[in-house]
């Protein structure tokens, strides 16, 4: 068990998150068009995947606009915004915010994603939601880099996310 905090509160965290050398554990996630997809989907590219509570808050929405924006300069890369969203709701967020580069992902039908990812809030108000975190993937879906958020409401390292891309 891992833990983190929420607003200096701790909560845990169950599971392990991958860690750089590691293959990526398997995953089935639903997408904003109700289909189900594995990592097979993306053979072959590189994948960010940026794990959130919600988009419907602040650092969650600010992460994803980041992570669109940092996108579009990323050769042969996909960014998977993954959280316990319903995917109606991902796909009018990022409709509404113009966010055209990143793919959204909804562990609502596999929720399984979360412990075998080490993203599985538990013991709190927030069980069912994943906790903030970034795992990057090399093209054979090994991990070179990864990030829990040890503190729920920051963001991410984005510039230690894509160090590991621009290398």
Same mark, same amino acid.
């Given at each position: 068990?891992?833990?983190?905090?929420?607003?200096?509160?701790?909560?845990?965290?169950?599971?392990?998150?991958?860690?750089?050398?590691?293959?990526?554990?398997?995953?089935?996630?639903?997408?904003?068009?109700?289909?189900?997809?594995?990592?097979?989907?993306?053979?072959?590219?590189?994948?960010?995947?940026?794990?959130?509570?919600?988009?419907?808050?602040?650092?969650? &929405?600010?992460?994803?606009?980041?992570? =669109?924006?940092?996108?579009?300069? %990323?050769?042969?890369?996909? !960014?998977? *915004?993954?959280? #316990?969203?319903?995917?109606?709701?991902?796909?009018?967020?990022?409709?509404?915010?113009?966010?055209?580069?990143?793919?959204?992902?909804?562990?609502?039908?596999?929720?399984?994603?979360?412990? &075998?990812?080490?993203?599985?809030?538990? =013991?709190?108000?927030?069980?069912? %939601?994943?906790?903030?975190? !970034?795992? *990057?993937?090399? #093209?054979?879906?090994?991990?070179?880099?990864?990030?829990?958020?040890?503190?729920?409401?920051?963001?991410?390292?984005?510039?230690?996310?894509?160090?590991?891309?621009?290398?």
């Amino acid at each position: 068990m891992q833990q983190i905090t929420r607003a200096g509160e701790p909560m845990d965290v169950a599971g392990s998150l991958p860690t750089p050398g590691q293959v990526a554990p398997a995953m089935t996630l639903t997408n904003s068009e109700l289909q189900d997809v594995t990592l097979a989907s993306y053979q072959g590219k590189r994948k960010v995947l940026n794990i959130i509570p919600s988009v419907d808050t602040p650092t969650c &929405a600010m992460s994803t606009r980041q992570f =669109n924006a940092l996108a579009s300069k %990323l050769e042969n890369t996909v !960014v998977l *915004v993954v959280s #316990a969203d319903l995917p109606f709701a991902a796909k009018r967020f990022c409709g509404a915010e113009g966010l055209d580069e990143v793919e959204t992902l909804s562990t609502f039908r596999h929720r399984e994603f979360q412990e &075998a990812w080490g993203v599985a809030l538990c =013991n709190s108000a927030m069980e069912g %939601l994943c906790a903030r975190a !970034v795992v *990057v993937l090399d #093209a054979d879906n090994r991990v070179i880099h990864s990030e829990l958020v040890s503190e729920l409401k920051n963001e991410p390292d984005y510039d230690a996310a894509l160090a590991v891309l621009n290398a």
